[in-house]
């Protein structure tokens, strides 16, 4: 069997992806049949190849999961949570930059009347 | 002029018969019954039925259902090749797997039939611990319906 590329892998469709993930993991199932049955080195070094493209295979079928999903709530208010930007909890709990400019009307009022003037000295 | 006095002359009249009416309902004692006091019959309150309303969440916490990790690939791990499984095989028509610990025997009974297309009449199962094994597995034997299954088992057959 050729080696599985990702770049391949990431054109097809749902469904042929995991016909694809059953095909291997069908084979994995024989290789380890084989391995208890005292089967030929190079069915036993298979056995590395297959898992790895296993992994392959459902990377790529969760990444398109996640971008598809991401796709649906685009425009939505109420995103899931593990959708939602990650960063630390710290960093998700601080107030917003919008948050932080609000001022109060005296503050603004103080801001407009008394500006902090520029002075320049004539040596 | 003469409109406001007419006015004013029909208001008062209204008032004079709604002044009227509410005598008469004062009268007839309707409106000021009291509603019939309820009987307590224990001295304990307890809290009324309430309404209790159904989720309908505004959004989905976790986007998407995770996969099924336990499937008939992950429960099925590979069957054993000891003497006493051969034995197993040829005497009591029965296959000898070794299998995930989280499988139950229903689960298992499940994943024979989808890998290998075999009804198992009755499923056995113990938990092993092995050296070298770091969590135990399951060995479980399933009694089969018909032998003919058993040699169709890839590899297994060969080996006796």
Known sequence: MARIKVHELRGKPKAELQAQLK???????????????????????????VRVSIARVLTVI?????????????????????????????????????????????????????????????? | MLYELLAATSKKADDKT????????????????????????????HRPRTLKKERNPKYPRISAPPRNKLDQYQILKYPLTTESA??????????????DIRA???????????MYDIQSKKVNTLIRSVDGFSSPCFA?????ASHSTVNDMGGISEQA
């Open chain 2, 104 to 114: 139950d025997k229903k689960k298992i009974k499940a994943a024979v039939k989808k």
């Open chain 1, 23 to 49: 095909d291997l993991k069908n084979e994995l199932s024989l290789l380890r049949v084989a391995k208890v049955t005292g089967g030929a080195p190079n069915k036993l070094s298979k056995i590395k190849v």
């Open chain 2, 18 to 45: 709604q002044a009227l009416k509410v005598a008469k309902a004062v009268k007839s004692g309707s409106t000021l019954k009291k509603k019939a006091k309820k009987i307590r019959t224990s001295v304990t309150f």
């Open chain 2, 86 to 99: 051969m034995k197993k095989i040829e005497d009591n028509n029965t296959l000898v797997f070794i299998v």
């Open chain 2, 140 to 144: 479980c034997y399933s009694h089969l």
């Open chain 1, 62 to 123: 969760s990444q398109k999961q996640k971008a598809a999903l991401r796709e649906a709530y685009k425009n939505k208010k109420f995103i899931p949570l593990d959708l939602r930007p990650k960063k630390t909890r710290a960093i998700r709990h601080r107030l917003t930059k919008h948050q932080e400019s609000l001022k109060t009307e005296r503050e603004k009022k103080k801001e407009l009347y008394f500006p902090m003037r520029k002075y320049a000295i004539k040596a």
